[in-house]
């Protein structure tokens, strides 16, 4: 995972969606908007999409990251429901389930009207090592910038 990786999910069998913040400048926030790529890498499919998101668009990830590594940690079995983030409607965005597998669906209802669908077998512990992450990244961002930070 790179340093500007806002988060990225995984398999072993080299399928991956990632979010990563295209300029670390400054923190690559323009107007209150951090501008990032989509990045989806199947073997079948690999693709790249630009996606804004916001300060609370960060928070809203953690909080879902931090709710799958507390559900992981219990036992909980995944109970097929998703989020998205970041809130549908702006621009592209991921529709999150919590399945097995679980499932990452890129939605791009703006420009193109396409959605590519990855289901993904993740590591156990993936959820607290994304939060962990993407904690690391906000605080970066939040002294002012992130390069090399991280």
């Given at each position: 995972?790179?340093?500007l990786?806002?988060?990225r ?5 080299g ?5 990563v913040?295209?300029?670390a ?11 990032a ?13 630009p996606v804004?998101?916001t300060?609370?668009d ?8 931090a709710?799958?590594?507390a559900a992981?940690e219990?036992?909980?079995?995944p109970?097929?429901?998703s ?7 702006r621009?592209?965005?991921?529709r999150?389930?919590?399945?097995d597998?679980?499932v990452?669906?890129?939605?791009d209802?703006?420009?193109s ?7 993904l ?6 959820a ?5 992450r993407?904690?690391?990244?906000r ?12």
């Amino acid at each position: 995972m790179g340093d500007l990786d806002v988060v990225r999910f995984a398999d072993r069998g080299g399928r991956s969606v990632s979010v990563v913040l295209e300029d670390a400048l400054g923190g690559g926030r323009h107007d209150g908007w951090y501008e990032a790529e989509i990045v989806i890498d199947t073997g079948f499919v690999s693709a790249r999409l630009p996606v804004r998101c916001t300060d609370a668009d960060l928070a809203d990830l953690t909080a879902f990251l931090a709710a799958r590594a507390a559900a992981e940690e219990d036992g909980a079995v995944p109970d097929g429901s998703s989020t998205d983030w970041p809130e549908a409607g702006r621009s592209a965005y991921l529709r999150l389930r919590a399945a097995d597998p679980f499932v990452v669906e890129v939605r791009d209802p703006v420009q193109s009207g396409v959605t590519v669908t990855v289901p993904l077998h993740l590591r156990d512990g993936w959820a607290a090592g994304a939060a962990h992450r993407l904690g690391r990244l906000r605080a970066a961002l939040a002294d002012g910038g992130c390069s090399g930070a991280v």
